[in-house]
């Protein structure tokens, strides 16, 4: 008798507390990581880059998205697969075997959930704890003078006048990218790695975007984009306007990048299409610059945003502009989903974030305002 409950201990111990206990110290390590940005930095450099690099290619491989084709799947199979187990269960307990079977199935359960978050944290748990963007580039070490702010928002405007003039444009007059999105998502990867090449904390592995076919009905959650670590995938809502596809694809390209955290990953995409040789694709990088410097231009007029509309008449933006944001309007408020929809995509959204170390949640997505000065000044101004 006391063999069998030692047996059974052990069984117990080695089947399910133990895969337990593993992802206990997983959650614990990243917590400790947090606090070691120097070795979360290097782990993003160097093994991530390694591990990272041939699923990225093989999944570069396909064009379509295979998250898309997996998640479909397994929602259409999974009435069949719940009829499947109950019939199970039914069965093992008519057999008298249901302590054998549930404790079975809690083992293949328990040691596959640490299985896949093992995978997560090494493919982009570890990533959370890097280093923060802004800090490798050097910026955040000065304040500007009103003046300044006032120069980088004139250049920015200007920066997005002249792109968007040799931009290609739909028979509506709205922006879009030359060829069609089938050649976006072949040139996205080049471009990346192009504008990368000014930035040295910015340069590894990229993939190919994916378009993900359901777009439409995934703009009901309010999500633009998706980073799947589990295939080093990036999927992106294809139903939006060009300049919030080509912000959601270069996002998500940081992530496989090795930039989890949010708004590092929104910043890298942001200077890398505003480094683009594609005037398209460095338009939408300046749009998205635009409210930023303008939050940091009326902050240091604290708070007064008549002095936008003073600039703007002196130096006004191009009519394409406001014909772009128009049309992006529109596609939102032709969006209408149940609120309990958006709520629960924003709640388990902000819930991943936190439990990832990230306290603001959802918040972690804001840029800070002062990224375009300080881009401008420490490697725009010093050019010229």
């Known amino acids: 008798m006391r063999e069998k409950k030692k047996r059974i201990l052990f069984l117990w111990g080695a089947g399910i507390v133990l895969p337990l206990l593993l992802i206990g110290l997983l959650y614990v390590l990243q917590r400790f990581l947090i606090s070691y940005p120097a070795i979360g930095e290097a782990y993003a450099r160097g093994p991530f880059k390694f591990l990272s690099y041939l699923p990225s290619r093989l999944s570069s491989l396909v064009p379509i998205s295979i998250t898309e084709v997996l998640c479909l799947t397994a929602a259409l199979a999974s009435p069949f697969l719940i009829a499947w187990f109950i019939l199970r269960i039914v069965r093992s307990i008519r057999q008298k075997k249901g302590r054998k079977f549930f404790f079975g199935k809690a083992r293949i359960l328990t040691w596959g959930l640490f299985a896949m978050y093992a995978f997560f944290m090494l493919f982009h748990g570890i990533n959370y704890t890097r280093r923060p963007l802004e800090e490798s580039l050097g910026f955040g070490q000065r304040t500007y003078t009103v003046e300044e702010l006032g120069e980088v928002y004139i250049w920015v405007i200007l920066q997005i006048n002249e792109a968007r003039t040799k931009s290609f444009e739909d028979e509506n007059g709205v922006i879009a990218y030359p060829g069609g999105m089938n050649v976006f998502w072949d040139e996205a990867q080049r471009h990346y790695r192009d504008a990368a090449s000014i930035f040295p904390s910015l340069q590894g592995n990229v993939g190919r975007p994916k378009p993900v076919a359901a777009s439409r009905y995934w703009s ?165």
Not at 253 to 270: F, P, Q
Not at 271 to 277: A, V
Not at 282 to 297: H, K
Not at 353 to 372: A, D, F, I
């Open 220 to 384: 009901y959650t309010n999500i633009v984009g998706l980073y799947d670590p589990f295939l080093c995938e990036c999927n992106v809502n294809k139903a939006t306007t060009f300049t919030e596809i080509a912000s959601s694809a270069f996002h998500e390209m940081s992530h496989l990048n090795g930039y989890a955290v949010e708004n590092n990953a929104n910043l890298a995409s942001m200077l890398i299409r505003m480094n683009c040789d594609k005037p398209e694709i460095r338009y939408s990088g300046f749009s998205d610059a635009l409210p930023l410097i303008e939050e940091d231009f009326v902050k240091a007029f604290n708070g007064n945003s008549d002095v936008i509309r003073q600039v703007l008449e002196q130096v006004p933006l191009c009519d394409g502009f406001y014909r772009d944001w128009a049309a992006r309007v529109e596609f939102w408020d032709s969006i209408n989903p149940p609120p309990i929809v958006e709520t629960v995509s924003n709640n388990v959204n902000d819930s991943f974030l936190k439990v990832n170390q990230q306290k603001e949640g959802v918040q972690s997505y804001h840029v800070q305002p002062s990224v375009v000065a300080d881009y401008y000044y420490t490697y725009v101004k010093p050019q010229e």
